[in-house]
Structure formats: C-alpha cells, structure tokens
C-alpha cells in the first residue's frame, strides 16, 4: 500500500493513501463516459433542432457547447474540491503537496500539462509517469506540485475513534463547529487516527489550537483527544438536524 506522509503549514502530520493507477484509470473512464453522453444529447439537439445548416448562430452554439466538455476537468476540480465526478466516484481527490486545497494555477498546470500526458502521448506518458514515480504523479502533478490521495480514510479495528449517536437530547458543547466545513471535519479525523496509531498527542493539541483560533472559541475540555471528539459529536449533532 503506497502513501504519503504531509506536513500541513499547521505543522500537523497526516497520512494518505496515494490513488492507485487503477483509480486514475477508472475515474478517468467515468469522466469520458459522462463527456461522451454531454456530446450525444448537444448532437441529437442540433439535429433534432434542425439546427445543422450551421448559420452564424448555429456554430455559435457549436462552439459554446463544445467548451465544457474541453474545460470539464479543470472547471470540475475547482468546483469541487479537486474532484471530477469520476474521481469523486473512486474515491480519490487532488491536494497540493503541503496538504492544503490547490491553488487555481496548480490546478491550470494540471490541466494545461494533459496535453502531454494524454492527449499527444496517447496516455502513455501519463500512464508511465503515474507508474514509475514514488508519489504515482503524472507530469502536471509534478508540475503543479500536486498529488492524488485516497478520500477514505486508512483505519483499522483499532484505528477507529467513537462517535456517539447523539440522542434527542444531546447538548452541544460548541454550536460554532457549525461552521467548520467537510474537509475541516475530515482533518479533524485524520488527526484522531494518526495520534490513536502513533501516540503523537502533539498533533491533537495542534489542531485543537487550530480550531480555536478559526471558531474564535476556547476549549472547556483539558484532554485535546477529547475536545476533538466533541467537535466531532456536536457537528454530526448540528448537521443532522438540517
């Protein structure tokens, strides 16, 4: 199993699972599906509309519905958090090599440098670069500075954390975790993880220092582990009541 260890610039440690060739392939394939049946309904609107004697207008059209499929990944990795749908169906998802969400030019560079990772290389110089290198980066990756992980996270029997089912009347501790947003929710997992399989109580109290300082807040509990799992309990509390 290959991973990845990043240093956030909150100097916190988390472990990922790097995406495997495998889920780039299949992810890809997905993706290709859904351009392809994007370009079967514009044909069938075209024809249907009568729209082929290609006037003015009509090749407006053409070209305006030619640029989403030629702009799917870049537009769907900004728009979802360094996901396209196919990613987001394997699992894995685009972060910048310090751990935090990539920038647009790390995502434009991804983008721009498919063209010699697939387009011009008929795939191979993507395939091998992805095959080959100890990260499984393809040239925009290396590039950008960026790298595929695994959105799931690597826990074991004894590398789970309790998160009680909050009863009707459950008591929320920090009603401003409300705030926090999935991928804030997601680090805050990793940590208890990675500090339950190491012993390295150092990155609970980081990201408990971390949470403080985003929701304005201060701790009540004196164990940061279990500030941690409150933060936890009160936001699934919190957000199934919406």
Same mark, same amino acid.
């Given at each position: 199993? !290959?991973t990845i260890t *990043?240093?956030?610039?909150? !100097?916190?440690?988390?472990?990922y699972?790097?995406?495997?060739?495998?889920?780039?392939?299949?992810?890809a394939? *997905?993706d @290709?599906?859904?351009i392809?049946?994007y370009?079967?309904v514009?044909?069938?609107t075209?024809?249907?509309?009568?729209l082929?004697?290609?006037?003015?207008?009509s090749?407006?059209?053409?070209?305006?519905?030619?640029?989403p499929?030629?702009?799917?990944?870049?537009?769907?990795?900004l728009?979802?958090?360094?996901?396209?749908?196919?990613?987001?169906?394997?699992?894995?998802?685009?972060?910048?090599? =310090?751990?935090?969400?990539?920038?647009f030019?790390?995502?434009?560079?991804?983008w721009?440098?498919r063209?010699?990772?697939f387009?011009?290389? =008929?795939?191979?110089?993507?395939?091998?670069?992805?095959a080959?290198?100890?990260?499984?980066?393809?040239?925009?990756?290396?590039?950008a500075?960026?790298?595929?992980?695994k959105?799931?996270?690597?826990t074991?029997?004894?590398?789970? @954390?309790y998160?009680?089912?909050?009863?009707d009347?459950?008591?929320v501790?920090?009603p401003?975790?409300?705030?926090?947003?999935? !991928?804030?929710?997601?680090?805050?997992?990793?940590v208890?993880v990675?500090?339950?399989r190491?012993? !390295?109580?150092?990155?609970?109290?980081?990201?408990?220092?971390?949470?403080?300082q985003?929701?304005? *807040?201060q701790?009540?509990? =004196?164990d940061?582990m279990?500030?941690?799992?409150?933060?936890?309990?009160?936001?699934?509390h919190?957000?199934s009541?919406?």
């Amino acid at each position: 199993m !290959n991973t990845i260890t *990043i240093t956030t610039p909150q !100097n916190t440690e988390i472990e990922y699972e790097l995406g495997s060739l495998g889920d780039r392939v299949v992810g890809a394939i *997905i993706d @290709w599906l859904i351009i392809i049946a994007y370009a079967v309904v514009i044909m069938a609107t075209f024809v249907f509309g009568r729209l082929q004697n290609f006037s003015g207008t009509s090749r407006f059209l053409l070209v305006l519905f030619a640029l989403p499929p030629v702009f799917y990944d870049l537009a769907s990795e900004l728009l979802l958090n360094g996901q396209s749908l196919g990613k987001k169906v394997m699992g894995i998802k685009v972060i910048s090599l =310090s751990g935090e969400q990539p920038s647009f030019s790390q995502y434009l560079n991804r983008w721009v440098f498919r063209l010699v990772d697939f387009t011009f290389s =008929s795939q191979m110089v993507g395939f091998i670069l992805v095959a080959a290198t100890e990260k499984k980066q393809r040239l925009g990756d290396l590039i950008a500075g960026t790298v595929l992980v695994k959105t799931k996270l690597r826990t074991g029997l004894n590398d789970t @954390w309790y998160e009680p089912t909050a009863s009707d009347n459950y008591q929320v501790n920090y009603p401003e975790v409300i705030d926090l947003k999935d !991928n804030d929710i997601q680090l805050i997992k990793e940590v208890i993880v990675t500090v339950r399989r190491t012993g !390295n109580t150092m990155l609970s109290l980081q990201a408990q220092q971390k949470i403080e300082q985003v929701l304005h *807040i201060q701790s009540r509990h =004196s164990d940061p582990m279990m500030f941690l799992q409150t933060v936890l309990s009160d936001y699934n509390h919190l957000t199934s009541k919406l």
